[in-house]
């Protein structure tokens, strides 16, 4: 589900190509799409200005999963030298649900952030912001999972006294 691979700046596993708007996943918003489509502009022009005919290898990657309720998510990779720049992730949930806890983990299951939503559907996409520098994630991961689960205190029974 979704596009092409792309990394936290759009551009695809083919080097000096970018992707973005429905060619990389469906929008609900033109704002979104325009929003995108600008991002993969301005990466294409500093791809041509610092980039452009010199051999520089993509080997300082993490890869981004979509883990439990997750679709998809976009960017697929997320390049090292990266990390201090913010990363816009876009994802779709698989099915709708309420009162939900969305979570960013590593491969060694620590939570890197969490935010919680009173719902999410499947045709709505959601974007999260986020600069990765500043959770200070170890910077050995070579992936991050991204999940929407029911909150835990959701799940928790309450007894109340009988009257």
């Known amino acids: 589900m979704g596009g092409p ?3 936290n700046n759009l551009e695809t596993t083919i080097e000096g190509v970018f ?3 429905n060619v990389l996943q469906v929008h609900d918003l033109v704002d979104l799409v325009t929003a995108e489509a600008k991002r993969a502009g301005l990466n294409a022009v500093d791809y041509i200005k610092n980039r452009y005919d010199k051999k520089i290898e993509r ?3 993490i890869k981004c999963i979509a883990g439990e309720n997750v679709n998809y ?3 697929d990779l997320i ?3 990266d990390l201090s720049k913010d990363v816009i992730f876009t ?3 698989k099915r709708p649900d309420r009162r939900l ?3 960013f983990k590593d491969d060694k299951n620590r939570i890197i952030y969490k935010r919680k939503r009173s719902y999410v559907i499947p045709s709505e996409m959601l974007e999260i912001k986020l600069n990765l520098n500043e959770f200070n ?3 050995n991961i070579k992936s991050i999972e991204i999940e929407v689960i029911p909150r835990p205190e959701v799940l928790i029974e309450e007894d109340y006294p009988k009257r």
Do not use: T
């Open 5 to 7: 691979v792309v990394d």
């Open 19 to 21: 992707a973005c708007g």
């Open 59 to 61: 080997k300082e990657i």
């Open 73 to 75: 998510v976009k960017p």
């Open 79 to 81: 390049n090292r030298s």
């Open 91 to 93: 994802f779709r949930v």
């Open 101 to 103: 806890l969305i979570q």
């Open 137 to 139: 994630i170890d910077s």
